[in-house]
Every structure is written in structure tokens, then in C-alpha cells.
């Protein structure tokens, strides 16, 4: 580690004389004494380079102006004329100005000579009082509301978005944005915590809804339609099918079922005439669309759509009866599962580029720009929205803004601030020294010139 001094003065220590010392690394890297925020670096140093040359020039010119003025004055002494008064006067005048200026640009940074004159280091000084005073112009004009929302007026971001959005290619790149984000947020998810989460939502949900209403309304308004028959008729084919293929387990059935004092031919007759009763009950209830048995499954349907929307017996059980489904391990691991299946539909689709899903979003997307493009009444309302949201948070948050201002300008080093500034600006500030420098000159000669002429 080795120490570099930016400048012809000498001080005390870091941070005094006309230029302060900073630390470099054997790599040329700067190092600051502690960590910091908003740390001196290497491109700092890089910019500090630039200014050293500056202050090279501007001290330059002071020491030209000094050599002048010595030999201005010696000629002016030895009756070389009058020029030399005139010289010596501009070249006097020049070396007042270069050094005001240079305790002027100093002053802002560091003390001059390690001197601790009032009201110099400025910036090391001042620093927490510029952070503030930041933050309050900062919030009095650019985080009030009249001037937010007439920013955005003149933006008018409703119209600018439709017509961006109008082009296709710009729309399928949200579209293919919004995919990834997408895929994105179910990749990190939990499937164990939504699968919780889902479930309890849909048990709850289900819980606190009453379905036998419901239930009631949507079956008497099929009975009505006749709806139910197609059913009904299905259930007497599969009825008749399954009894002419098992005809020997109902005859068994019937036959197992009888008293065993009775013979066994009886019991077989019995078993035979009760199956063929069945069958022919079940055949014509198949090919009868006007069986009584058919019309009295429609009275029943009908009282019992009734009894769910009215009864409340009827109605609470069915509750219970859902309840007790509900609270199956069965159905309470196909509702969790269905985050499953849900999750992997999302995904292929969203990476799929021709799935219907980002057809359509895509598809929304130019639809949307289409109609802010050209609807002024829609434009009108989203920036009213955009203006009434930016609004609210500049009017809430404001303080908060604005603090994050102070507190950020507060937390960084006095030292690094100040180096930092220096070599982005100080460049520009060695001008004001040069300036200083000529125009002092001038001045001074355009003074002892009046005087001159005053005087005689």
C-alpha cells in the first residue's frame, strides 16, 4: 500500500493542504479507510486522474502569472518603462484571482492547508444538511401531486401503451414475458403448501355452502325437461342385460333366502318364478316409455326435488351426508391433488408458443392495444387510473421517499462523498481557477489603466 498525493500541498494529514491524500493499492485500485455505501473506487480514481491533470494546468497558470509579475515588477523597478506597470499590475491581479478561486474549490471539498478556517470543507461538513435539503425540494417539487399528475398528462401513457401494444411482435413479447413469469412464480411454489392451502379453501368453501337448495332446483327443473329419462332408460338396458347373463345368481339369491323347512323343488320354482317376474318387469320398463313404475320415479324425483329445496330435515341431511363425504381421506387427496394437475396444465401451456392459452392472451394483448390506440374514452380512463394510483403514493408516501434520500445521503462517509464528488465535477470546478486566473488579469489592468488615466 503506498499513499498518493493529488496535488502541490501539504497538509497535516488526509484531507488537508490544497489537495487531499488518497489511498491506492499496489494495483492502482483506490482503498478506502472503511466501508461505505457509497464508496470511493477505482473509476473514481480513474476521473481523479483527469481532475489532477486540471489542477496541474490551473496551478500551472498561477505560477506563469507569479513568474510575470516578479519579472513585470523587477523591469518596472529597473525603468524599463511603462509597460511593465501594466504588466505587473495584470499579472498581480491574475495571481489574486487564481488564489481566491483556489480557496473558493478547495473550501468545497477540504480545509485549505489543513487550516481550520470557518465555513471550508463544506461537503464533509455539510453533508447530512444537503441530504435533507434534497429530500424537501425533492418532495416539494417532484413528489407533489398537481405536478405527478400533470407530468402524466402530458405523457399520455394510455395512448402510447395501445399503440405499442397494437404491434404484433411487440404483443408476443409480453406474451412470452408474461409465460416465463409465470412458469417462474408455479416453479418456486410449494406443492405441498398450496396443495394445503387449495384444499382447505375448497373444503371450507364447500363446508359453508348449502348444496341441497341447490341440488333441488337443478333436479326439479330436469324432471321437468325430462332429462332424467335418458338415465332411467339406461338403467333398465344395463338392469335387463345384467340379469339375463345372471339368472342363475338371482334364482341362488332367492333360493338361499327360504325357509329350510321347505323343499327344495319349491324353492327352486320360487326361485325361478320370482326371476322371470323380475325380468319381465324390468323389459317392460325398458320398453315401456309410459310404465307406470317409470311415472312413479318421476312423482318421486319431483317430491324429492321439492323436499331439498324445502324440507328441512331433508336438507340437513344431505348437509351431513356431504359433510361426511367431505371428510373422506379419499376426496380430501384427489381435492389436494388437483393443484397437481392444475400446475402441470398452467406450465405446458405456458410453454407451449401455439397453446390456446397464449393464443389468446396474445390475442387479448393486440385487442387491447387496438382499442387504447384508438378509443380516446379508454385512454382517458387509464390515465385517469395510472394518475389517481401515482397520486395516492406520492400524497402517502412522500415522507417515505424522501427519507430514503436523507437516510442514504446520511449513511455514506464525509471523506468518500467528498472525494467521490471531486472526481466526477472537479474537473469542471479547475476551470473556475483558470477563469479566475484571466479574469482577475483583466480586471486588474482594466483598474490600474483608470487609475492611471484618473491620476495623470
Not at 491574475?94 to 488564489?99: E, F, I, Q, S, T
Not at 404483443?171 to 410449494?190: C, F, H, I, K, P
Not at 398450496?194 to 341440488?215: F, K, M, N, S, Y
Not at 382517458?380 to 395516492?392: I, T, V
Request: hydrophobic share 45%; with cysteine.
Amino acid at each position: 500500500m503506498e499513499r498518493t498525493r493529488t496535488g502541490p500541498g501539504t497538509g497535516p494529514g488526509p484531507g488537508s493542504g490544497p489537495d487531499a491524500e488518497v489511498a491506492v493499492a499496489a494495483d492502482g485500485s483506490a482503498r478506502t479507510p472503511r466501508s461505505s455505501p457509497f464508496a470511493y473506487t477505482a473509476a473514481d480514481e480513474e476521473k481523479r486522474r483527469g481532475v489532477r491533470r486540471m489542477k496541474a494546468t490551473a496551478t500551472g497558470l498561477l505560477l506563469l502569472v507569479a513568474v510575470v509579475f516578479g519579472l513585470a515588477t523587477w523591469a518596472d523597478r529597473s525603468g524599463a518603462g511603462a509597460w511593465a506597470g501594466y504588466v505587473a499590475a495584470a499579472a498581480e491581479a491574475g495571481m489574486v484571482g487564481a488564489l481566491a478561486d483556489w480557496f473558493a474549490v478547495t473550501a468545497l471539498f477540504r480545509r485549505p492547508l489543513g487550516l481550520p478556517i470557518p465555513h471550508t470543507a463544506i461537503i464533509q461538513n455539510k453533508k447530512d444538511q444537503f441530504g435533507a435539503s434534497l429530500g424537501t425540494f425533492v418532495g416539494e417539487n417532484f413528489l407533489s401531486t398537481d405536478v405527478v399528475r400533470t407530468r402524466l398528462q402530458a405523457l399520455g401513457i394510455g395512448r402510447r401503451l395501445g399503440t405499442w401494444l397494437a404491434a404484433p411482435e411487440h404483443a408476443e413479447r409480453v406474451t412470452s414475458e408474461l409465460a416465463t413469469a409465470l412458469r417462474g412464480a408455479l416453479t418456486v411454489l410449494r406443492d405441498a403448501d398450496v396443495q394445503a392451502v387449495v384444499g382447505e379453501a375448497i373444503t371450507r368453501r364447500a363446508d359453508a355452502a348449502e348444496i341441497a337448495p341447490g341440488l333441488g332446483k337443478a333436479l326439479e327443473k330436469i324432471v321437468a325437461d325430462g332429462s332424467h329419462r335418458k338415465a332411467v332408460d339406461l338403467v333398465c338396458v344395463r338392469a335387463h342385460d345384467w340379469l339375463v347373463l345372471h339368472g342363475d345368481s338371482v334364482m341362488d339369491a332367492v333360493q338361499g333366502g327360504a325357509p329350510g323347512w321347505t323343499p327344495r323343488f319349491v324353492d327352486r320354482k320360487v326361485g325361478e318364478r320370482v326371476y322371470r317376474e323380475l325380468l319381465r318387469f324390468v323389459t317392460e320398463m325398458r320398453d315401456m316409455p309410459a310404465h307406470p313404475a317409470r311415472g312413479a320415479l318421476d312423482r318421486f324425483l319431483a317430491d324429492f326435488a321439492v323436499d331439498l329445496q324445502s324440507d328441512s330435515e331433508t336438507r340437513l341431511r344431505v348437509e351431513r351426508f356431504k359433510s361426511e363425504i367431505l371428510a373422506r381421506p379419499e376426496v380430501q387427496d384427489i381435492i389436494a391433488s388437483a393443484w397437481s394437475a392444475v400446475r402441470s396444465m398452467i406450465i405446458a401451456a405456458a410453454e407451449d408458443d401455439h397453446s390456446e392459452l397464449r393464443l389468446r392472451a396474445k390475442a387479448s394483448l393486440l385487442s387491447l392495444g387496438t382499442r387504447l390506440s384508438t378509443d380516446p374514452r379508454l385512454q382517458s380512463k387509464l390515465d385517469g387510473w395510472l394518475e389517481d394510483a401515482a397520486a395516492y403514493v406520492v400524497s402517502t408516501y412522500r415522507a417515505e421517499i424522501t427519507s430514503l434520500i436523507t437516510d442514504t445521503v446520511a449513511s455514506w462517509d464525509a471523506n468518500d462523498t467528498s472525494r467521490k464528488i471531486e472526481a466526477n465535477i472537479g474537473r469542471d470546478l479547475q476551470f473556475i481557477r483558470i477563469n479566475g486566473t484571466v479574469v482577475g488579469a483583466l480586471a486588474g489592468l482594466v483598474i490600474y489603466t483608470v487609475s492611471r488615466a484618473v491620476g495623470g
